[in-house]
């Protein structure tokens, strides 16, 4: 049938990179093994880098899911507080290493996904394969893991029961804390500069333990658990 008003064209897909910079804005790469030489030549410094830890709770961009992170994953940080890499420059909408950007940003087709996907968990560069050689600090690394890993927090957490059980919550609270000493020693006295600590130990605790519902309240020294 004939019309007056034909259907319009269908718009074409794109196919190629527009440098709209929406994939930069979404959120840093993961870091693979590829990705080392980046690092240790000098082109990405461990300061503009944070380590989520395996159980943090994260959105899985190749999936669209907030779901906990099946290992631990070395990232590019946000600009401040939002998701957009440190590494964009917003009014170019250029990558100011772009010569050197990692792996994931050189075969992310916004288009098409599937080589991303591809590679998105294999050989995910950790913090052991960048700090095991410096005797000290990976030890230190290593102990911050075991005392407030993820995997007891949620236990902590899980065992609170509708009337907070206190040593569930004294467990949770005790691991913020000790997540906050950590980062300040190896600043204070073990002369770190503050920026690498999300590297070293991953985001904040005190932050992060919002993920699961909880916030923990400092009233001039007093810590209490609360519902978020
Ligand atoms: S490193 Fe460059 S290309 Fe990759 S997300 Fe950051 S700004 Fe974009």
Excluded at 135 to 162: I, T
Excluded at 176 to 199: H, I
Aim: one cysteine or more; glycine letters at 8%.
């Amino acid at each position: 049938m004939e019309t007056d008003n034909p259907t319009p064209p269908a718009p074409k897909l794109k196919n190629i990179c527009i440098r709209c910079g929406t994939c930069c804005a979404k959120g840093g790469p993961a870091f693979h093994l590829e990705d080392r030489s980046l690092i240790d030549d000098g082109f990405i410094h461990t300061r503009h880098l944070y380590t989520i830890r395996k159980g943090e709770m994260v959105h899985d961009n190749v999936r669209s899911l907030v779901m906990p992170s099946s290992e631990e994953m070395i990232k590019i940080k946000g600009v401040e507080d939002s998701w957009q890499c440190t590494f964009f420059e917003e009014e170019e909408k250029t990558c100011k290493i772009y010569k050197h950007r990692p792996l994931e940003c050189r075969i992310l087709k916004c288009w098409d996904p599937s080589e991303l996907a591809a590679i998105y968990e294999e050989n995910r560069l950790t913090r052991q394969e960048l700090l095991a050689g410096i005797a000290g600090l990976w030890d230190l690394v290593e102990e911050h893991e075991r005392q407030c890993n993820y995997a007891k927090l949620k236990q902590s957490l899980n065992d609170l029961g509708g009337s907070f059980e206190r040593a569930a919550v004294k467990a949770a609270i005790s691991m913020v804390r000790y997540d906050q000493e950590v980062r300040r020693l190896v600043v204070s006295r073990g002369g770190m500069e503050s920026d690498m600590t999300d590297f070293l130990f991953g985001r904040p605790l005190e932050k992060t333990i919002g993920q699961f519902g909880y916030g923990v309240r400092n009233r001039d020294g007093n810590f209490s658990l609360v519902r978020v």
